[in-house]
């Protein structure tokens, strides 16, 4: 039911048992590893909302008959279904969404009816639920858009490069604006390239690190898209799962021990970047993989991916600041542990 590797130093200090969560998207990869925590460390309530679109129930199917976990089947684009899977609970992580930037080019108006109506949904009904404690949702790297410079701070974005990025900035904007008109205060993680466990390489839309996963255990060349030279701040989806859970609680270590935020020091919409702070090129992460796999193999470089940024990487300093939050693992331990795990999907 638990990797052994993942979730073994509890981010939180709060008695969970107390509280219902609202996991959306929780059959998906970064969904499903915040569930694999909740419920490892004894949650009252795990409900995840998620249409199956893009994830998997094998991703939850181990944690469904648990009395603490339910599962609905729905679509965040139905108000209603939002406004029933939102009743009761204490906390909401909104990660439903369709990802991909090639997936948003193809198809446009699907990922706007998903990512931005959909989040408007679940906004809406988590404003009209005055038990929520908070709600933290899945924001994006893409929001920094042509914005050259480096690192990647909050308050300095450019233009989207992609209908993907502009759904995940319009996600941004509603929030903002909830905020100042309803006095609803969420925190947004703008995920910078997750990586981990329960991320499948098997989708026409998959992310470059399952998709390498895949052909180093096959035994096969992977493609690049350029010259390999593109960066990213690849983040482990643990971090990811720590952020989700610091942002929720807001619960921060200081030097006299741990406090809780309170909702006064929260007084307005929040964005951070959630990530390691790091910079890797693809070319590196094929000498780690070759590496890992004790194989030489060497890539095929194609074409540039329209709608890419060539480097990205984020200053944590917000994060890190505001939620004590600090990556555990950095992006060669990470990898390590996935190679593995995929290693036995096969
Ligand atoms: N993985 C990354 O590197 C990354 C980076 C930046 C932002 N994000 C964001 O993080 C969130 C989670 O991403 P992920 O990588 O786990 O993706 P994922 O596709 O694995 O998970 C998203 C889940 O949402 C569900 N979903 C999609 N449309 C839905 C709908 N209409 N109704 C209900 N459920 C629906 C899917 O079935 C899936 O289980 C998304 O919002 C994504 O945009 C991810």
Not at 26 to 44: P, Q, R, T
Not at 172 to 197: M, Q, W
């Given at each position: 039911?638990?990797?052994?590797?993942?979730?073994?130093?509890?981010?939180?200090?709060?008695?969970?048992?107390?509280?219902?969560?609202?996991?959306?998207?929780?059959?998906?990869?970064?969904?499903?590893?915040?569930?694999?925590?909740?419920?490892?460390?004894?949650?009252?309530?795990?409900?995840?909302?998620?249409?199956?679109?893009?994830?998997?129930?094998?991703?939850?199917?181990?944690?469904?008959?648990?009395?603490?976990?339910?599962?609905?089947?729905?679509?965040?684009?139905?108000?209603?279904?939002?406004?029933?899977?939102?009743?009761?609970?204490?906390?909401?992580?909104?990660?439903?969404?369709?990802?991909?930037?090639?997936?948003?080019?193809?198809?446009?108006?699907?990922?706007?009816?998903?990512?931005?109506?959909?989040?408007?949904?679940?906004?809406?009904?988590?404003?009209?639920?005055?038990?929520?404690?908070?709600?933290?949702?899945?924001?994006?790297?893409?929001?920094?858009?042509?914005?050259?410079?480096?690192?990647?701070?909050?308050?300095?974005?450019?233009?989207?490069?992609?209908?993907?990025?502009?759904?995940?900035?319009?996600?941004?904007?509603?929030?903002?604006?909830?905020?100042?008109?309803?006095?609803?205060?969420?925190?947004?993680?703008?995920?910078?390239?997750?990586?981990?466990?329960?991320?499948?390489?098997n989708n026409p839309y998959a992310a470059v690190i399952p998709i390498f996963c895949k052909a180093f255990i096959d035994g096969k060349q992977p493609t690049i898209n350029g010259d390999g030279l593109t960066s990213r701040d690849f983040t482990f989806v643990e971090n990811a799962v720590q952020a989700n859970i610091k942002a929720m609680l807001l619960e921060t270590v200081t030097s006299s021990g741990v406090e809780k935020l309170t909702n006064e020091q929260i007084t307005k919409h929040e964005v951070f970047n959630m990530a390691c702070g790091d910079q890797v090129t693809l070319n590196e992460m094929i000498e780690m993989l070759n590496q890992l796999s004790g194989q030489q193999i060497a890539p095929i470089y194609g074409p540039e991916r329209k709608g890419d940024v060539k480097h990205s990487k984020a200053s944590i300093d917000k994060i890190s600041n505001f939620l004590s939050y600090e990556p555990q693992f950095r992006f060669q331990k990470g990898l390590e542990i996935v190679f593995e795990w995929y290693k036995t999907q096969y």
């Open positions: 039911m638990f990797n052994p590797k993942l979730y073994n130093t509890p981010y939180h200090t709060t008695d969970l048992s107390k509280f219902k969560f609202l996991v959306t998207g929780g059959a998906g990869f970064i969904g499903s590893n915040i569930v694999e925590y909740l419920i490892k460390y004894n949650a009252g309530h795990v409900r995840v909302l998620d249409n199956l679109s893009n994830g998997y129930f094998e991703n939850i199917k181990d944690f469904m008959g648990l009395p603490n976990f339910e599962f609905i089947l729905g679509d965040i684009r139905n108000f209603e279904t939002c406004k029933k899977a939102i009743e009761g609970m204490d906390f909401v992580t909104h990660q439903a969404a369709l990802g991909s930037v090639p997936r948003s080019i193809s198809d446009p108006i699907t990922s706007n009816d998903v990512n931005v109506s959909g989040f408007l949904n679940i906004l809406t009904a988590v404003k009209d639920a005055p038990d929520i404690k908070r709600m933290v949702y899945a924001a994006s790297s893409s929001t920094y858009g042509d914005s050259a410079a480096l690192p990647k701070v909050e308050g300095n974005e450019g233009n989207p490069l992609s209908p993907y990025a502009v759904t995940k900035l319009v996600n941004e904007l509603y929030a903002d604006v909830y905020s100042k008109v309803y006095g609803l205060h969420t925190i947004g993680l703008r995920y910078f390239n997750v990586f981990g466990p329960k991320q499948n390489p």
